[in-house]
């Protein structure tokens, strides 16, 4: 039986994903705060975004994966947001250790999916609630894994159209990532090369399996899951820890409004039920200020802001 596909129409542009306009924002972003998009598009796959994409400019486009680490404003974001998950979610084993996966793949999908087919390197992903996208953007990482480590290429949307680009044509670092000829990437996807698991389970992800449930439960222990936060809001200074450095500003618990450094990993804000993104933006402020007046060390911010102030 042939379906019939409804498509939506933006200017020229036919689409057959998700298209809506004052989209709130605060439903795209764990954090559970931020103001209405313009327009926000939410691909059926990836054929409809280079349609969407065709004669845009991908510097005028916010592209959002889960929002894990994402503070819109409150005053919203007056443009396109493209949405990855759930319509990129292709994701499949090529040859023995290679996995390609989509932007809007969740990790922990990509973690237990790469455990599943035998293979060792990505049981640090289960924790990072994030899209594959995201990972890439912002070289995501934990417990001794980076994101880039396990890269062979990625699928790359620029203003040209969309290209393989190997790792080598990219630079990157602790939670940073920049294409070496410069401009806007967009990451449709990546090859990721991981190992053949050797974990004693006859290369059935048992050794995964368990490296990641140990993962889990270190995270349970310090990181204050089930509430509303964007995981690190700064990054660790050269050679020191922003949680520790904040725990000892004496700053876990201040509160701004709805907002509130954690008392489990002061390096996390909570949003306590009726924050804003001015509360969480204060708060992140006045982190700042008193680590600097402690310590003289500026702390600079992992998570990403966009959009206006109310
Ligand atoms: C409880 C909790 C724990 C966390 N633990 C970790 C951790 O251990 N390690 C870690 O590194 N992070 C961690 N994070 C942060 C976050 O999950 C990661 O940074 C994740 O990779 C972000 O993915 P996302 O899809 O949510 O990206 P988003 O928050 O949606 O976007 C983040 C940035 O990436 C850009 N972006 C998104 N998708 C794309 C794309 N396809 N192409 C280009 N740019 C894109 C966005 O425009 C934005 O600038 C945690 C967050 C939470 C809430």
Redesign the pocket.
Known sequence: MKTKTKTKTVGETKTRGLLREGFPMSR???WGVGGAARLLFSPADMDDLRAFMAGRNIADV?????????LVRDGGIDGIVVR??PG?CALSLEGDAEVFAE??VG?PKLARFCADKGLAGAE?FA?????????????????GG??WDAVVKVRALTNDGFYDMPRDDFETGY?SVRAKSGGD????GALFHFCVDDGGDNGNGGGARARMKEMLRM?GES???GKA????VFRNPPGGFAGKMIAECGLAGMRVGGAEVSRKHAN?ILNCGDATARDIESLMEKIQHAVREKTGVLLSP???V?GRAQ
């Open positions: 795209l972003s764990t916010v592209f959002v994966g889960h929002g894990s680490n994402l990855t998950a990129l932007a809007g990790c640090f924790g990072v609630p994030g899209t594959v996208g995201g990972a890439l953007a912002m070289n995501a990482g934990c417990y980076e994101t939670r990437v967009f990451f449709a995270r990181q204050p899951l936060s964007a995981g690190s996390f992992e998570v990403r966009v």
